[in-house]
């Protein structure tokens, strides 16, 4: 059996293997409502959208809708 490898960001040896983008009317009610379940907010990103861990430490974007 293969060993989970978790992701890491940005680093190009632990390739993202998805990453999802949550279109969000506002950026910072996503970010309570995502922080609130466990996400972890990462580095990166810009006024249009922020870059989160879920708890598991697979990245995603919030996006401005």
Do not use: N
């Not at 293969?2 to 999802?20: G, N, R, S």
């Not at 609130?36 to 996006?63: I, K, M, N, Q």
């Amino acid at each position: 059996m293969d060993k989970l490898i978790k992701p890491q960001w940005p680093d190009a040896e632990h390739p993202q293997q998805m990453h999802v983008d949550v279109k969000v009317d506002d950026l910072d009610a996503g970010e309570a409502a995502v922080l609130r379940l466990g996400a972890t907010r990462l580095t990166g990103g810009t006024e249009s959208f922020r870059v989160y861990a879920d708890p598991s430490g697979h990245p995603f974007c919030l996006v401005r809708a």
